[in-house]
């Protein structure tokens, strides 16, 4: 237990924002009867997290609950399996999820602890705190353009009270990263430049910007120059999932598909429920798809269309993926969702190869895209 709470409290420092006690003052506690109030006095912090180790032969179980230090209440609690087959690497992956989970549950504490408190005159992390929970809490809708104007508001109010608020910086940075360099983004993509290097100025280690950075560098295409500031996030924050994730997509977009697999992997590891899930899912299925191990994609996609179930993209992909397989009776199911979901959207062999034509040049995708249009041929895509 002293080594993880020694692994986990260097990890909780890595977070932006994050004000952890030391090793040392925390294992004064270690052993003595705990009065959570009284310690969170003596040592100036808002929230205590408490834990146990329950070790079997083969696994381990960690138990940890957090509470608040003011009143004593319990906010979380949730408990955590690992295999012990190796150690470091067990060590590596609870500590990985523990904090994860941990910067995810208080965003969402903070926010509603904000809302209570301050609910008609937020500050500028108020808001911004209160616009992420909101965007995870309705991860799929995130994708949806039509419902940005909802989910990023309270970002975008929280840029005008303070432009160098990093929190809203990264969440608006993902945004523009979905919705691409398009007619209409280009001053979006400008101004959020400006205010990423801004604040790069005032704490260039600062994690949240170097990782608004990185979005704003694959929106430009600029891959090698993301893989350095996602590099850079994981050296601050190595529980940072999200970094790890599109390292794994650059790894993808640059025919490393193997590497890709084993990042993702990784990252799922580390965060098995992450709102991220269904993104990682799909970018594993598309390198093993690229690997020719359709059976293996197949098993992703199902995974992340349980996830996303009207995902169009998903939906088209697995179609093709088992139809190549043979399994027709499934493919047509899932193709039928597929022309359900695709009102306004492309639905010839022609479409698709114009809306992916970027992509399809590139020499390790193309054998890719060629077996999934085949696929969709069979179930009776129309070339025109």
Not at 39 to 53: D, F, P, Q, R
Not at 149 to 177: H, V
Not at 294 to 302: H, I, K, P, R, T
Request: hydrophobic share 40%; glycine share 8%; aromatic share 8%.
């Amino acid at each position: 237990m002293d080594a993880l709470t020694d692994e986990l409290t260097t990890s909780l420092a890595g977070l932006p924002g994050m004000f952890v006690i030391a090793r040392n003052s925390a294992f004064t506690y270690k052993g003595q009867p705990t009065d959570v109030k009284a310690i969170g006095k003596e040592l100036g912090v808002k929230y205590a997290l408490e834990g146990s180790v329950q070790p079997t032969p083969t696994r381990i179980r960690v138990n940890v609950q957090l509470i608040d230090a003011e009143t004593g209440a319990h906010l979380w609690a949730e408990s955590f399996d690992q295999d012990r087959a190796e150690l470091l690497q067990t060590e590596d992956a609870i500590v990985g999820r523990l904090a994860r989970t941990l910067d995810l549950k208080l965003n969402d504490i903070q926010a509603a602890e904000s809302t209570r408190l301050r609910p008609n005159n937020p500050d500028a992390e108020d808001l911004a705190v209160r616009c992420v929970s909101r965007i995870f809490a309705n991860y799929l809708d995130s994708h949806d353009p039509a419902k940005h104007p909802e989910l990023y508001e309270a970002c975008e109010e929280a840029l005008r009270l303070d432009p160098g608020n990093t929190r809203a910086l990264k969440a608006l940075a993902y945004r523009l990263y979905m919705l691409g360099l398009i007619p209409g983004t280009e001053a979006e993509a400008a101004r959020l430049d400006s205010l990423v290097q801004k604040a790069l100025a005032v704490d260039p280690n600062e994690p949240r910007a170097r990782f608004a950075k990185g979005l704003l560098d694959l929106t430009h295409g600029r891959l090698d120059q993301a893989m350095v500031e996602f590099e850079r996030v994981l050296a601050s924050d190595s529980s940072d999932v999200g970094a790890y994730g599109n390292i794994g997509w650059i790894y993808v977009a640059t025919g490393r598909e193997d590497k890709a697999i084993a990042v993702f992997d990784k990252a799922m590891l580390l965060s098995p429920r992450d709102p991220n899930l269904p993104d990682w899912l799909r970018s594993k299925a598309i390198a093993l798809g690229v690997l020719g191990r359709d059976a293996e994609a197949s098993v992703l996609w199902n995974q992340a269309l349980t996830l996303s179930p009207t995902n169009r993209e998903m939906l088209g992909a697995q179609a093709a993926t088992l139809a190549n397989l043979g399994r027709d009776d499934e493919a047509r199911e899932i193709y039928q969702r597929y022309v359900a979901a695709g009102e306004g959207k492309p639905t010839t062999i022609s479409d698709l190869l114009r809306l992916y034509a970027g992509v399809i040049r590139l020499p390790f995708w193309a054998a890719y895209f060629e077996r999934g249009f085949a696929g969709l041929r069979k179930l009776g895509m129309a070339e025109q």
